[in-house]
């Protein structure tokens, strides 16, 4: 009579004195087994001294009293496959890929057009002339508005772009930068003229929105005024002459003392030039005081980092360290008017902060996350105000910046060198570099390290953003639009 | 070390006349004294009168004696007697009474021993009056070894017999006065190491066999095993078990350790011994008709607890929680953003480094966050070779819990992709990496696939039982596997992990069932196939079953000789460094550096060549055979270039040699030869971060061929395998940073960073154990499996055939210390770890650590530290305090 008593063992557990008849069918044992762990005998894989039980029979298992057979199995759910498939980026094209990481699309240098390249990638950095660019119906003209919208719009693919029809429209434009040089390639230019002469173009080319206060769209976004005052110092009777001027970009003036942004910036408020005097006749001393009365949305900051030598007859560069702040306030350019206009507005982010630091002080807020990742999910409770005031679309009503790109150049003379674009990511801190066709992700603190003082790459031209206000979302409201 | 090169004390001849004169104004007055005593003495001898000669020589050897030596210079009696050295030796000529004969003789020879260059000392110490040896005082009796050791080579047998009676009685003198060493020189010089056993006593034995084992590595093959076994014989006379045994795994003589193993009576020593079996991984087959409570002693040799008392470290150590791969990383620290990934797209190299990682850390510990917690989707995140390595990376998690470790990874078995049911397979043999079970559950489930039709399938269960049952050579599983090696379906891949699995579970066993089989297949495949990257696993298989057995191996080189010659060479070299594995033989050092020396003609055609590989269409058959035949010379090279390093790695000198050595070889050599350096430099300092290793090697992970830095980075993570390096890890970083956008390199920074944090830094790699005597054969063949799968970097580790980087499992050991009562239960004690002194040679009981901490066990012992009880309370069985120690109770201790 083929009975035993056996121990089975499943894990960490032991069946002591398990009736076996080998007489049976194997099932049998396992259904035995089965009532014990619960494992079902098709998931059973039972074994002794190295061989397996199949379910055909005994075969030849060395079965015999005491002997103690293992179990595995489970009654877990079987691996299944997920339904989306993972992709990989080996598996992916370089312009595939570049759409996944969310890079911005590179621009192909032909031929001493990083300039240009540079220029254009800043200037994407304004979302609402990117949106007009690209919403622009063709019109069939070569004109640089419309290259440029079409290359905007091949960009968003997320491939390199080859911008050949800009490059033509701008030398048709602007005929000095199809300057040929010795061995008939084409010269460097400089990049702010570029960017200069660029913005001047879409100014005729792209109205304004929501506004009719401004005749252009760059003008309504990038554009301020300021307010010049001009006070003679040499005669108290003199009433102070006032007048308005337009502005696209702030000049930083660098000077010995400059270290900072903001001094450089600071310097062009308060300036004594000489001029004549109707009152006395003659050449006087005045003092010019240039306040600003309306920041726009997008605040160009251009370095004055090139003076003609004449000798050497180059534009020479001042490689002097000027730091720039990734947050920028520009309070102390404003008139008292304008300050007076956006101070609700800087009480509300005073607010806010305020509110935050409490927050962190009282430990209510969940302990600080260690990757980038959860921020975001904080910003999802939390609501955007808009930027402008509301009877100026396009201004910035708080004073506050934020660093959207850097246009640097590398090199000791503006028609000389290469220039790279450093513009802003969508996640906190990150950042691109956009070197003609090659982007690569990079830190904001080597953003900081382009201030200059070597023969790095030094920041030349800076374009802000307004700092948007972020208030908790109150369920009821109807969100605001901005344009 | 032969005493006959002991400096002989230079003096100028001494000059007669008025040179003599001086020298005598300038001797102090008892100087004076004792000169014109001796003259004397020797004037009495000269003259005719024998009556007065024994008169004369005993007052000659009372002066003689009262001297008192120093070290730097001659006694003053002898120095005064050197004029009169020939004078005696006629005087010795005329005088007729033995007695008085045999006296000056004595007298002579002592005399002989600052003057002659002949061996005059020995030659009248012989004709001499034979009473105690040691009246001459101690630098006497050494003159006279040095002399019997140099004459012993030129004289017959009959001159032999004399010699061997003085030799008796140096040996004793030598016991009895702090002389061990010189002891064992002498014996060994003259070859008769078996009389040591009769005049070794308690005292001594420990300090003789000290001295006999630290020699092992200086001397050739086959004196090396003689000393083995005098230690062990000595061993054995004292009842010194423990030692005994090591030296019986240490000589890998089965029938010794047997014999060792059923001698023991007490039950505490044989735990004792069954632990220290279970660490080097012997399994007695024993039953109760010859030890008592043999299946409880079975199941610690085949260390079933072993995962339970992991855990318990951890546990301690308080270490449990699961890391991620990130958390070795450390990226936060890293200055650039990583290019690749960036979170939004998984890149499968890296995924695959993750996987990697996440098994390394966590290996042993049971539980992680991205497979166990995740269930399979982060399977799903690997793609097809990838899916396997993640699915086997459950096994090193669940390595050595063969209870609750199958049953986690069973339901991956049940997956509809090969791949991840190869892994599986792949997985469960890990699980049994080293540890037995009665059951036999990895033989059970795995070889039902080693014959599947499915290449992938086979692979995984094929290395599983390879790994499983690693050093076990059990017929049943080799009676499995070795079919696949004539089987003409399977591809070169599945031959090739067939050979090296079969290799590994019967390494060092010279089992002709395996080495036949490999034969076999190496015979039969076409050149073409032997071509194939993976054919050089079938020449490890056979040096794997040779590992360690010295001139054994022979026989199987000799055979070698009827494969075509590309290969052969590479064979031969390969079976006859794992032959030589950690001797040190110097000599086997010499002929591989001869072989890495070679330069051949071409080495830029053949590196071209090596770049256009398969690209190349067959253009001048001469030439291409010609290129052929340099570029597997040079395979030959790299196995030679690691065999430097594999043979030389057992002892600190040879060490320091080679990694002097493979300093020039980077300089000047072949690529193919710089590219397996770094390797070599990895295996002589495993699980040990040297600097200067490190340096080096820091140095080549910057190198401009892809291979050297590949190889390099791969050698840094395993020279700090599981050892926490702080400096390592930050050298990592810096890697990771350089690398960041080659996914090659970056890859291999992961795993080295992963191997680096090893079981979070407390396993080890090293094969070396038991106070760097015993090198385990398993781990070796581990190592040795890892490292030719480097050679080929590119299509093999950064290839498809990644799952070969487990074969370091074999080689993975926690490196702690638990002591054990006397009923198996775990006794936390006090013990001092410290850095160990080297004290061979030394007299008394010399302290054995310096700078040490005391911590209370369980304990992790670092490379080259060393651990004492440090209560009286309890007297260790084991001498050596590593792994598994039984403690006893001191029955004399007092509260």
């Known amino acids: 009579m083929p009975g035993f008593k056996v121990k089975v063992k499943w894990g960490k557990n032991v069946y002591n004195d398990i009736e076996l008849n080998t007489d049976e069918h194997p099932l049998v044992f396992k259904a035995q087994i089965f009532t014990l762990t619960g494992v079902q005998p098709d998931r059973q894989k039972v074994m002794l001294k190295g061989a397996q039980l199949k379910d055909d029979g005994w075969g030849d298992l060395p079965v015999k009293n005491g002997a103690t057979f293992l179990m595995l199995g489970t009654a877990d759910e079987l691996a299944l496959e997920p339904e989306k498939k993972t992709v990989f980026m080996e598996d992916l094209s370089e312009a595939e890929l570049n759409t996944k990481l969310d890079l911005p699309a590179g621009l192909v240098n032909l031929g001493n057009t990083c300039y240009m390249n540079a220029t254009v990638q800043c200037l994407k950095m304004v979302p609402e002339l990117k949106k007009s660019l690209v919403e622009l119906r063709p019109q069939g003209s070569s004109g640089l508005v419309d290259s440029l919208s079409e290359v905007f719009r091949s960009m968003q693919t997320g491939s390199c772009v080859p911008p050949l029809l800009l490059l033509g429209a701008l030398h048709r434009a602007v005929p000095r930068f199809a300057e040929k040089g010795p061995n008939g390639g084409l010269c460097q230019q400089d990049a702010s003229e570029c960017w200069t002469e660029m913005v001047r173009l879409m100014q005729s080319g792209l109205p304004a929105q929501n506004s009719n206060k401004h005749n252009s769209l760059v003008e309504q976004y990038m554009g301020g005024r300021m307010s010049v005052t001009l006070q ?25 003392e400059t270290g900072h942004m903001n001094s450089g910036l600071k310097a062009k408020i308060k300036e004594q030039i000489s001029k004549m005097s109707s009152s006395l006749s003659r050449d006087a001393v005045y003092t010019k005081t240039s306040l600003i009365d309306r920041l726009p949305a997008y605040l160009t900051v251009q370095f004055v980092r090139f003076y003609y030598k004449e000798r050497e007859a180059v534009n020479a560069k001042i490689l002097k360290d000027v730091k720039f702040p990734l947050q920028f306030d520009a309070w102390e350019l404003c008139t008292p008017r304008l300050q007076a206009l956006i101070e609700p507005t800087r009480a509300k982010f005073k607010e806010i902060e305020d509110q935050r630091t409490q927050d962190a002080l009282e430990g209510k807020d969940k302990p600080k996350p260690s990757k980038g990742v959860e921020p975001m999910e904080v910003d999802k409770d939390l609501e955007a105000q808009p930027y402008s005031f509301t009877d100026d679309p396009g201004s910035n009503n708080s004073g506050y910046y934020e660093l959207q790109a ?35 992700p990079v830190t904001d603190k080597e953003i900081l390290k382009l201030s200059g003082g070597g023969d790095w790459h030094v920041a030349y031209m800076l374009l802000y953003g307004p700092k948007v206000l972020k208030v908790p979302k109150k369920p009821a409201e109807e969100p605001m639009s901005e344009n | ?223 090396n095993t003689i000393l083995l076994e005098t230690s062990l014989k000595l061993n054995m006379k004292f009842n010194q078990l423990p030692q005994a045994m090591l ?82 990383y450390k990226s936060h620290l890293e200055n650039v953003r990583a290019t690749f990934g960036g979170g939004q797209v998984d890149s499968a190299r890296q995924n695959l480094a993750a996987s990697f990682v996440n098994g390394f850390v966590n290996a042993g510990f049971g539980q992680d966050k991205l497979l166990m917690d995740g269930g399979t989707k982060w399977l799903y995140k690997n793609k097809e070779h990838g899916m396997m390595s993640a699915t086997a990376s459950l096994g090193l998690l669940l390595l050595w819990d063969i209870d609750g470790g199958l049953t986690p990874i069973d339901k991956y078995l049940y997956s509809a992709e090969d791949y991840i049911k190869s892994g599986a397979l792949l997985a469960c043999g890990m699980v049994n990496c080293g540890v037995r079970s009665e059951c036999d559950p990895a033989l059970a489930l795995l070889s039902d696939y080693v014959m599947h039709t499915s290449n992938v399938m086979r692979l995984g269960s094929i290395l599983g039982l390879g790994l499983a049952y690693a050093g076990s050579n059990r017929s049943q599983v080799l009676k499995v596997l070795t079919p696949v090696l004539s089987d003409p379906k399977a591809n070169m891949e599945v031959i090739g992990v067939t050979g090296l699995a079969c290799g590994m579970i019967a390494v060092g066993s010279t089992n002709s069932t395996v080495t036949n089989a490999i034969m076999q297949t190496l015979m039969e495949r076409s050149e073409a196939d032997l071509k194939e990257t993976f054919a050089r696993f079938l020449p490890l298989g056979l040096g794997l079953c040779y590992l360690g057995r010295q001139e054994q191996a022979d026989v199987l080189i000799e055979s070698l000789g009827v494969i075509s010659e590309p290969f052969r060479s590479m064979a031969v070299t390969m079976v006859e460094v794992c032959a030589y594995a950690g001797t040190g033989n110097v000599l086997k050092v010499q002929k591989l550096l001869h072989i890495c020396s070679e330069h051949y003609e071409t080495p830029e055609k053949e590196e071209k060549k090596h770049d256009r590989k398969g690209k190349d269409d067959k253009k001048d ?150 106070g760097h005597q015993l090198m385990s054969p398993v781990a070796v063949a581990g190592l040795m499996a890892t490292l030719v799968s480097f050679l080929d970097v590119k299509s093999i580790i950064l290839g498809k055939s990644h799952y070969l980087l487990y074969t370091l499992v074999a080689a993975m050991s926690p490196r702690m210390l638990v002591t054990l009562s006397e009923d198996f239960q775990p006794l936390p004690v006090p013990v001092r770890v410290g850095m160990a002194v080297d004290v061979v040679g030394q007299a008394g009981k010399p302290k054995t650590i310096t700078g040490f901490q005391t911590h209370t066990t369980p304990v992790l012992l670092a490379h080259g530290e060393r651990a004492e009880l440090a209560t009286e309370e309890y007297i260790p069985l084991s001498p050596i305090m590593e792994g598994f120690v039984v403690l006893r109770k001191n029955p004399e201790y007092e509260a």
């Open chain 1, 232 to 256: 003679c110092t040499e005669s108290d009777t003199e009433p102070p002459l006032v007048s308005e001027e337009n502005f696209l970009h702030l000049s930083c003036f660098i000077g010995q």
């Open chain 1, 406 to 440: 850097v246009l640097t150049h590398r090199g000791r003379s503006s028609s000389s060198g290469h220039y790279v674009a450093w513009v802003k990511g969508d996640s906190p801190d990150t950042w691109y570099k956009c070197d003609d066709d090659v982007v690569s």
């Open chain 2, 1 to 223: 070390m032969p005493a006959a090169e002991k400096k002989k004390v230079e003096t100028p001849a001494p000059a007669p006349g008025k040179k003599v004169e001086e020298e005598k104004n300038e001797l102090s007055e008892e100087d004076q004294h004792l000169q014109d005593e001796l003259n004397m003495c020797v004037e009495r001898l000269v003259e005719n009168n024998s009556a007065l000669y024994m008169a004369a020589l005993e007052s000659l050897r009372t002066l003689i004696r009262a001297s008192t030596t120093s070290m730097t210079s001659v006694p003053k009696p002898l120095k005064f007697l050197r004029p009169h050295f020939d004078t005696l030796k006629e005087v010795f000529e005329k005088i007729q009474d033995p007695q008085t004969k045999q006296f000056c003789a004595d007298v002579i020879s002592v005399l002989a021993m600052t003057m002659s260059e002949t061996r005059e000392c020995l030659k009248y110490r012989l004709l001499g009056s034979e009473d105690q040896i040691g009246e001459w005082g101690h630098e006497y009796v050494r003159h006279l070894s040095g002399e019997i050791a140099a004459d012993w080579a030129d004289s017959d047998d009959q001159a032999h017999e004399r010699l061997l009676v003085l030799v008796r009685q140096i040996i004793p003198y030598n016991m009895a006065h702090n002389a061990e060493a010189d002891a064992c020189d002498l014996l060994m010089e003259i070859e008769h190491l078996d009389i040591l056993e009769q005049f070794v006593d308690e005292g001594a034995y420990h300090r003789v066999c000290l001295y006999l084992t630290s020699c092992v590595p200086y001397v050739p093959d086959p004196e």
């Open chain 2, 247 to 328: 030296l019986a795994m240490q000589l890998n003589d089965m029938e010794k350790i047997r014999n060792i193993f059923i001698q023991c009576t007490d039950p505490s020593m044989q735990k004792q011994l069954s632990y220290m079996l279970g660490r080097q991984q012997i399994c007695l087959e024993i039953d109760d008709s010859e030890v008592k409570d043999s299946e409880e002693l079975v199941e610690i040799m085949s260390n079933n607890h072993l995962n339970h008392h992991f855990l318990n470290l951890a546990r301690e150590l308080d270490i449990m929680e699961p890391k991620v791969p990130e958390d070795v």
């Open chain 2, 621 to 770: 058959d001469k030439k291409d055979d010609k290129e052929d035949k340099e570029k597997d010379l040079t395979a030959r090279q790299a196995i030679a270039v690691i065999g430097i390093a594999l043979i030389s790695m057992g002892e600190d000198i040879g060490a320091e040699m080679a990694y002097r050595t493979f300093g020039h070889l980077l300089r000047y050599c072949e690529p193919v030869i710089r590219r397996a350096v770094p390797l070599a430099l990895g295996l002589i300092s495993v699980s040990n971060p040297k600097l200067n290793i490190l340096d080096t090697l820091s140095k080549f992970s910057h190198d401009s061929d892809a291979e050297v830095a590949h190889n390099a980075i791969f050698a840094m993570g395993m020279v700090g395998a599981g050892t926490n390096n702080a400096r390592l890890a930050a050298m990592l970083r810096q890697l990771a940073q350089y690398h960041a956008k080659d996914p090659n390199n970056l890859f291999m920074v992961r795993i080295a960073q992963g191997l680096a944090h090893l079981g979070k830094g407390t396993l080890t790699l090293s094969p070396y154990h038991s």
